[in-house]
Each structure stands twice: as structure tokens, then as C-alpha cells.
């Protein structure tokens, strides 16, 4: 009988969960490492391990209809646009479920991830907060283990690294990014401010719009380098995700033509209610969803600016010639796509978050190592990693396997020239995606034909070297596929 292979998963956000759920439906065992005391990444709300970007008065703005997993439905009684605290509670849910919590090593952190010359991985890792016991420092030497895996699953997130601006000159006022946004008195006392928003994303426009509440007598102004588009969260009373699914046998260039031409009709154009021209068309940048950002704006509670020329402590410059002070400033201008367990030198994104990844998961040439949820999905993110999750538990069954190294290198660069070709060259943009083209490319395309090549393959080679058989447990292939 052939061994399956011992897999580790980093993170125990919703690429975690998902992908140690496929690996379950496959028989496969994991071990999930997640250095807080809870699951959920970025929907735990004040996450103890500082990856949650979530702040008190956020709703998830795709709806609860394309957001759901497809085969774990959120509750019918869930409204629309659920609270974070619903979500979190959703991803409870799903672990109890499927049993997923006795795979998880709670506050356990891995420090360094090491790709051994003859296979697998070397993963060292530290305990956390109340579990460290007398351990003297994070990462004490006394705290440490260190242990051997065939696979390694990376899902650590990408919305926990804050990016800030880089602008001439220096802000004296108080300056946070809106990762560590919690409410109007946490970590600031923002009452009776005159406050600037840095971006034009759905963070910047929730926290502009509460921020500039008449209640909180503070005066607002949300500066933007390129504008956005703003799409509505309902259309003839349904949510507007509810009407959009990009079409497979329709070139996509086509139906974004006739996204764009409907824009205007459902959500008008952004100069009406303020807003600077967009430097792109719909759908050439992530589009921002807000009902309320159009209201304030065109009520004057909040000031659209262009970008930002240089600042001069606490007077801050803009790019059409005029100035203003300003007591705060909340950068939400994005975040880097980050790997701290790997050395920079074996693989990193740069500067532009950029990070060539075949089918938006494997490093060409490193076959024992994937990635997963590291993407920006539109319209929908769980669906997404749930897509990716199957993919790799059928790759850890021996069920797929990638291309040659060549090939992989070709594909990565015709599907960023299908997918990002055509957006605003920024680092928020490096990993975007169509959510129904790329799920029904890996369930009519990529899997069926990995499962092609790894039939091909009638011996296989598993991490540490040695040649099985391509039958394991209840017929599924158990041996690594290495491209």
C-alpha cells in the first residue's frame, strides 16, 4: 500500500479551510499551521495574530449569493451583504462541518520554509501567544520545532502587509493605513478632525463615508491618482452581482466593450457627483461598490481631491496646485504580497506585487509547492479558492499534474495577458482575475487535461525520491506530481 504524502498548509484563513477540506474528500491528512488562536484570516475581527484588516462596521461587499462556497451555502437567514461578523461565523460553520479544526496547529507560526535539495520541505516553526508558555521571545530557540513535509500549501493571505504611498516630503499629523482602521476612536479619535483619505477602494470609501458623518463633525477628503468607477449594490431591487456572469464562449474583450457601454446607465459617470475623471475605462481597474460614497459626495460631507503632489507637515499639496491642512491622514492605498517564511532569494513578489505564478498557483520549476486564494477574484473570492483548493488536492493525489517547466512559463504569460492585459499596470492589479473564466478554465480545461498528463506518467516520484506506484488508498494516486 502506497503512502499518501504529508502535506502542510500555511494559514488558516478560507484558503486554508478550503484547501484541508478537498484534501479530506481526497484522504489525504494535513497539517495546517496558523499562528493565531482562531480561524478566519482576515474575517476575525482584532485577529491576535494582526492579519485582520477588518473594521468594526464592515459588511462584505460581494453578496452573500455569489459569495457562498458551492457546496456550503450561507444561511438563508443571512442578509444580502453580511456583517464580518456573520462571515466569521459562516467559516465556523464550515470547519465544524467538515471536522477541519483537528488539523489545525493553533498559534503556531512557521518562521522559515526550506525547500530541501533532495525534496520536500523543512518548515521551522514557533509557538504563539498563550501557547509559547515560558518561552522567553517569539521564535525562542527553546519554542522551535522543525519538521519534514512532501508538499507545502501556502494560503498566509495578501491583505496584511500594509502599502503606503510614497509621496515627496513628510506628513507631521497623525498618519495610520487603513489595515489598523477599527472605528472612529480606535486607534484614533477622529472626532472634530479635518481628516484626508488616501485611495479610492472599498476600504477608503467605508471609512470616508463614516468618517463623514454629520455626528462626527469632522471634515473629509478622499484623494485619488486615478479615480474609480462606482458600481451600485442593488439594481431593480436585487444585488447587482446577482446580474453579472462573465460568459466562457463570448470573447472577453466583447462583453467588456458591453460592460462599458452600460456603466453610465446604472451608476452614471463619477465627475457627476465629483469625483475626478477615472484614467481608465470600467472594468481597466477594480470598480468600487458603495451606495452611500455618491450621496456623500454629492452632499458635500466629503471633498474629491486628484493625487497628491508633496507634503509639508501637516499642509499637503495636490497635484491641480491647491493645498490644505489636514489633522490625519488614513493611507488606504493597498498591500503587499508577502511570504516571511521564504528566504527573498528563493522567491518573493516585487516591487509591483508581481509574482509569475502558473494558473495563479505554482512557481514553475518548484513542483512540490503551491499557492492558494492569492488573487484578486471579481466578482467573488470564496468560490475562487474553493476552485483552487480542488485543484490542489487533486494534484496532491496524483490526480493532476502541471506542464513542463516551458509551458507553464507560456501560459503565464497568456493568461496575465487575458486577465490584467487590458487593466492600470499598479501593484492591486498583478493577480486580478475573472472569477467564471477561471473556474471554468481549471473545471473544463486545466484539470481534465492535468489528470491526462499525470496518467501519462505511469511511474512517479515522490518528494524524497523514491518511485510508487500510481494507486493508493481507494484508488487515488498517491505519490507527489512534480511538473
Known sequence: MT????VAVIGAGISGLTTLKMLEDYGIEAVCFEASDRIGG???????????????????????????????????EFPDFPHHTQIKQYLDSYAEAFDLLRSIEFETRVEHARRLPDGGWELTTSRTGAAAGGATSQGDA???????????????????????????GEFTGEMIHSHAYIDPWEPLHLMDKKILVVG??????DIAVELSSKVMRN??????????????KYIAGKPADKYFATLPYVPYSWQRKAIQLM???????PESYGLPTPNHKFFEAHPTQSVELPLRLGSGDVVAKGDIARLDGETVHFADGTSDQFDVMIQATGYNTTFPFFDRDFLSADANNHIPLYKRMFSPGIGNLVFVGFAQATPTLFPFVEAQARLVAAWAAGLYATPEEEEMHRVIVEDERKYIGHMLDTPRHQQQVDYFLYEHDLRTAEIP???ERARR?????????????DEGNNGVAAAQVTA
Open 3 to 6: 503512502p499518501t504524502p504529508t
Open 219 to 232: 471634515e473629509v477628503v478622499l484623494s485619488t491618482r486615478s479615480s474609480a468607477w462606482i458600481v451600485p
Open 449 to 451: 487535461q492535468g489528470l
Open 142 to 168: 527553546a519554542d522551535t520545532d522543525t519538521r519534514r513535509f512532501d508538499l507545502l500549501v501556502v494560503g498566509n493571505g495578501h491583505h496584511w502587509d500594509p502599502r503606503f504611498a510614497n509621496f515627496a
Open 457 to 469: 506518467r505511469n511511474t512517479w516520484r515522490n518528494s524524497v525520491g523514491n518511485v510508487v506506484g
Open 263 to 269: 456603466q453610465p446607465v446604472s451608476a452614471g459617470r
Open 42 to 76: 482576515n474575517w476575525a475581527f482584532d485577529n491576535p495574530n494582526g492579519s485582520s484588516s477588518a473594521y468594526r462596521s464592515l459588511h462584505i461587499d460581494t453578496s452573500k449569493h455569489q459569495l457562498s462556497f458551492r457546496d456550503f451555502p450561507m444561511p438563508e
Open 200 to 205: 479610492i477602494g472599498n476600504s477608503a470609501a
